[in-house]
Every structure is written in C-alpha cells, then in structure tokens.
C-alpha cells in the first residue's frame, strides 16, 4: 500500500474537498507540467458547474469537457508556464464552491526532468510559483508526493529547503504490530489456513509489519493445503520471496534506486550502508563508520541523505538502519549475510 494507492483511497471518500489528482510522472518541461494540472482540472466532474472551465477558456484552447489536447492560446505563449499555471490554480480557487484538494503525484520527479531539460531556473521557478500558490490561494489544499524525496532535487533546482519549509512530511512507514498481526490473520483466512499465536508473531516480526511483505509471504504460503502454517513455514516462505528473482522484482527497488538517486554517490551510500550492517541492529559511531569507508568529502552530504531516504535513523553521533527487515533483505541479497539454518 504506496502513496498513490492512499491518495487515490482517500480522495475517494473525502466529502471535505473537492479532491483533484495529478499525476506527473513522465513530465519534462514547465509547459508539460502546465498542461498536465489542466487537463486534470477539466476531467474533474466536480468542477463542471463551478464556472472554471469558462475561465479557463480565455488561456487555452480544446478545455471543454470532451476536448482533444489542450493549448495555451497564441496571444500567451510568451508568457512562461509557471506563470499560467499560477493564474490557472487562482482560478479553480475562486471558482469552486468548496476547498480543493491537490493532489500532485510524482512531483519531485517532474522537477528534476524540467532541471535537467530546461535548467535550474526553470525548475526553480516552477517551485517558487508552486510556494507562492500555497501562501496565496486559500482555497486551495495541497498534497505533493513523489517516489524521490525533494532532497535529491533542490541541488539540481539550485535552491534550498527554503521553497519547501511550508511543507509538512507525512510519514507512511509499516504498521504497528498490533494492524500487521491482524493482517497476517485476516491473510491466513484468505489463503484458508490457520498458525498459532506464536507462529503469526513471527510472521510480522519477519516482515517488519510491512504489507507488501505480508501479501507476498502469505501468497506463497497459497499452496491449497488447510494444514496449520508453522514457524518454521513462515521462515521458509520468506527466504523463498528474498531469492526468488521473479517474487522479488517488484520490491528490488530498494537495492536498485541509488544509481538513479545517487548518481556518482551511488557506490559510497553502498559502502555506508554495508558498514552500518549489524545483525543486532546495533547503532555504529558516525566517526568509526567515517573511518572505516575511507573517510570521503562526500560522506556526510550522502549519510544525511541515507537518513532522509529512510534506510538509516540517526541518534546524536550514532546511526543505524531503520527498519531491521530491509537491513536483512539487503545483506541477503547483496550475499554479505547467509540465510539462517
């Protein structure tokens, strides 16, 4: 269960707002970013009667509802599309009868393209333009998510958290363990199978509570028998999904995403998070970790960012993983850690 599953289950039940998402993946200049919110602003049933459509008639062409692809008309192509885009949002927020919500997905990622195919300043505007939206337009929520955290963005913008320190972070980790037993439970009576107190425990200890893991263990425990499912089962089925290179697939974007995030940092983030390994889930001294990796200029900007990203958690001068669970699957997969016996 991901941010844009969420965002699609909440906006769906929300009667507070008027909810709106926009997906931006694949977004690579301003004028795509532009044309992306409006074309998502004319889908909108919700916002047929509110009179926008007829404001937005006098920027773009082809905005009625049923049109073919949306244009800014020849008389403002001179102006850049972050401004539009301002004067796009300051319409809906005073035409709509009732709070919006915006829901932008993929939004880190969409300023890092228009970065790197129209510059800084492009980028840098767009964010600037987006802050000053959210200052300005009260009738206006907002809700920006993305697969990359804007830390990995704003050198590339030339900027600071500055344009963002309006925001708040909304954490979604894995869920207690009091949520992750009853979802082993209600999964073992999906599969038809049953296991002790003490089997499910070790089910969710295993998956750390993380849902994904859960579903992908208890699929494998699908096997069309009703026999009880034993610890030792458990184990079993979760060391099969790690090796399994078809299971696995979709959740090796843990091991996979430093190259595209990191860049050129991609190899020191490995070699910090291969020091700070400890099959007790120990925390290491950051200056001992310095140390024995070589002691790089890049490590501290690359260590903030391992936290940031959420594989490490950092107390004082001490760091470790976060999540025990993850720190297994990558030693595992990376082969620095065998399988238990």
Known sequence: MGKSYWLKAYTSRTDAFIAIIIDHEGVATQDEFLLRTVAALRNS?????????????????????????????????????????????????????????????????????????????????????????????????????????FHHVLTACGTTTGDLNDLDNLPLGPLTTAEGTELAQRLLLGIGRHATDASVSRFVERTGSIPYLLHKVASLLDDGRSTPVSTAEFDGAFEEFIDDPDEFQSFAHLLTRLEPNYGDDAKLAGEILNGALSVENTWRDVGTLRTDVGEPERFDSVLTNLISDHYLEQRGRRVRWRYPVLQYIWARRRMIWDRPS
């Not at 073919?68 to 008389?75: E, M, N, Q, T």
């Not at 195919?117 to 505007?125: D, P, Y």
């Open 45 to 149: 049933q919700k916002l047929h009667t509110s009179g926008l459509i007829a404001k937005l008639q006098a920027m773009f062409q082809d905005v009625e509802v049923g049109g073919g692809p949306i244009k800014v008309r020849v008389a403002l192509q001179q102006r850049s599309p972050a401004s539009l885009l301002g004067d796009t949002l300051k319409a809906l927020s005073e035409s709509a009868s009732s709070p919006v919500l915006i829901c932008m997905d993929e939004v880190p990622l969409a300023i890092l393209n228009i970065a790197n195919n129209e510059g800084q300043q492009s980028a840098h505007e767009l964010l600037q333009t987006l802050r000053m939206l959210r200052q300005t337009e009260s009738g206006i929520r907002w809700i920006l998510a993305g697969s990359i955290g």
